[in-house]
Every structure is written in C-alpha cells, then in structure tokens.
C-alpha cells in the first residue's frame, strides 16, 4: 500500500540552525502538507502546496519557514533558524484530489537544544 | 480561535461497549470532515469522512454523524476493542483555497478489558 515517508525519524539540532524534513508523498496525489504536532497536544496545520505554491498557511507559518517540493518527490520544510519552542513532531501529509483523504507519515521528531 | 474542537479530552470504556466521541465545529463553511485516529508514536491514520451534503456514513464498525444545524459531528465506534485505544480527531476543510485541513483538540480513549 502506498504510503507517505518522512526522514529522518528523530532529528536533534542546536538552537539557530537551519534543518530540513524531508518528505515523499504519495506518488499521484496533487496536494501536500505540513503539520506540526507538540507533545500531548493537537494537531497544527502549518501549511498546505498545491500547483507548486503555497495555497494556505497558519499563523505558525511565519518567515522562518519555508516549503520546497525541488524534484517532483520530494516535499521538504525548512526551518532556517529554529527556536527551542520548535521541538515538535512535524508530519507530512498528501492527498489525491480536493475531495480525498489525507495519508499522514510517521512523523519527524524535532528537538531543538 | 478554535474552529473544530471535542468536548471530552478523555473517555474510558469497558471492551465491548459502544464508544461515542462528539466534536464541534465553528465554520458553517467547512464542506468536509474527516476523523482520525492517532496512536501512540504514530502519524494520525484516517477512519471516515464525510461530506456536508450527508448526515451519516457508516464503515467497519464505525459511524460519522453530522449535524449541520448545531454544528456537530460525531463518531460511533461499536463494540469498542483494546485496539480501538487511542487519540481520536476531527478535522475539518476549509480556509480561502479550501485546502487546509484543520484538526481539533483530540479525546484519549482508553478501552480496558
């Protein structure tokens, strides 16, 4: 069953430095997601890609981050100068079609020290 | 704001029992709803949806009620097992492009033998 892959599974990082998740939706689906997700709590939407831009993002979604879908597999965000308080669980979503469900991934565990 | 949220954070059933998990949601707008289930560790893995033209949609064991006239959305899961254990979500479309999916607080439910 095709499925969404997020690498790395646990990413540790120093505060101020750039990291990228990295992400391979599904491979016919059109719109791509990011969401973040601290520990015990909700699910955030950050930011949804469709046609290759931005279609909606969340007020976490500010200058520091940014999404790239660079080859036509990959789905990446980038956060160019993370905070303590970005230590989260991000996931990768895709859908098919404006109709359809969303496939999560796993999830990367970021943890900013 | 919230847009979509639960009214119990937490609810405990004995196996075989019937679950009922409620959700309420603020934007009359929202056209699709879609329940998901997360597990410990994991990404959240989709159960049901369902569209604002129908008020009820059954799957394996599962039911989605949707109440537009109140704003309400329920999920029914009968004869609730171990398994079934788990962080339940709703998640509603909506937002300008109507690509952001966006979740509510979550319920824990805990089912004991």
């Known amino acids: 069953e095709p499925e969404v892959t997020q690498t790395p599974s646990h990413q540790v990082t120093q505060m101020g430095q750039e990291v990228i998740l990295r992400c391979v939706p599904i491979s016919n689906h059109l719109y791509f997601y990011w969401y973040r997700q601290i520990l015990g709590q909700k699910v955030e939407f950050l930011v949804s890609?469709?046609?290759?831009?931005?279609?909606?993002k969340s007020e976490i979604f500010d200058d520091q981050f940014s999404v790239e879908r660079p080859d036509g597999s990959n789905f990446t965000l980038k956060i160019r100068s993370t905070k303590l308080e970005d230590s989260a669980m991000y996931f990768c979503?895709?859908?098919?079609?404006?109709?359809?469900?969303?496939?999560f991934g796993q999830g990367t565990r970021l943890t900013v020290v | 704001g919230e847009n979509v949220g639960l009214h119990l954070p937490t609810l405990s059933v004995q196996e075989g029992d019937n679950s009922i998990i409620n959700c309420a949601y603020s934007?009359?707008?929202?056209?699709?709803f879609i329940w998901y289930k997360q597990e410990s560790g994991k990404g959240p893995q989709f159960i049901i949806d369902i569209r604002s033209n129908m008020d009820k949609r059954q799957g394996q064991r599962v039911t989605v009620l949707l109440n537009k006239t109140v704003k309400h959305l329920s999920l029914q899961i009968a004869a609730t097992q171990p398994g079934d254990s788990a962080v339940y979500f709703c998640?509603?479309?909506?937002?300008?492009?109507?690509?952001?999916?966006?979740f509510g607080k979550g319920t824990t439910l805990s089912v004991s033998s």
């Open positions: 934007n009359s707008a929202s056209d699709y």
């Open positions: 998640a509603e479309m909506h937002g300008q492009a109507g690509t952001a999916l966006i």
């Open positions: 979503a895709s859908r098919q079609g404006a109709g359809a469900e969303a496939f």
């Open positions: 890609f469709y046609n290759n831009e931005i279609s909606e």
